[in-house]
């Protein structure tokens, strides 16, 4: 990717990543023989290092990647260890059989939280991950499929102020934002690389509820891609502006109560585990 998209683990994505682990958990095979699993688009790697890690049995290792080089070397200047390493990878690559991550194949499992929506192209993103898991492999993944969200990027992209840092926004707007099934050309994708579905639900109206409405400020600015793109003294306002359009267009809500106020982040997305079939024979 040509630019950097901010990359950092937010509470959005970690409240909701955290249920449907423990929602999937138990449906995932532990007696693979390949010990090692690749996480898609880790951004800071917060999660693979807090949340990942110490739910994987203890003889496996997790290589952490991401598209953005920065993101990569700040995680792995935070977390490199013994059972967690980091490299760069484009999941949307065209030859991944070019890549450091395919020297390291094949992974038993794969996870991907909150990053496949910023890859247009997601046929060749689960090709590549079909390519990539061993036969018997399993992966998990977590993504937006709709979001206001990706509404406010556009009315941002149309304001003189910031159009000159959003030309390409479309590209960072999830693929199935217009789809009224996107689970169906979801489960559409698997059949034609490949992958077996076991489990495939499109959850609607997911609230990320915080009480500090910095929290919520902080996950908008956690899942921007454009900020990379402007001059450091411009992002206050940039993120002020998102803001303020994401209350007018009801991506974010407050709502008074008698104890205080809560505010509240909507957007639906593809909650899928899906398996790589054995070899016949
Ligand atoms: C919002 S962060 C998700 C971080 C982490 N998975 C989590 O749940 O906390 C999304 C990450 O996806 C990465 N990303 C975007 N496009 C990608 C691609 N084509 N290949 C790999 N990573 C990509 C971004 O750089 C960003 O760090």
Redo the contacts with the bound molecule.
Sequence with gaps: ?GM???????GL??QF?SLVLRELWQALDWKCEDRMAL??????G???ACDLLSRLPEDMVILA????PS?VSRAADKYDGTRLCFLE?????AHIEDTGVWRLAPFSKI??????H??QNQRV?FQNINKLLSPGGEAVF?IISHSRLFTMYESMAKSPRWSTYMEEYLKYVTPYQELNNPEHQFTMYMKEVGLSVKTCRNQRDINYVSTDEQNIIDTVR??N?FMGRMPKELRESFIRDCVREAYRNGTLRCRRLPGGSSYCFRYDALVAHVVKPWLEG
Excluded: K, N, Y
């Design positions: 990717m950097e998209p901010r990359a950092t683990s937010s994505q970690r990543v996480d898609v688009g880790c951004g800071s917060d999660f693979s990647t991401d598209s953005c993101a990878l484009d999941i949307g690559a996870f991907s939280f909150f990053s496949l910023w890859v993103a977590i956690s899942i891609p």
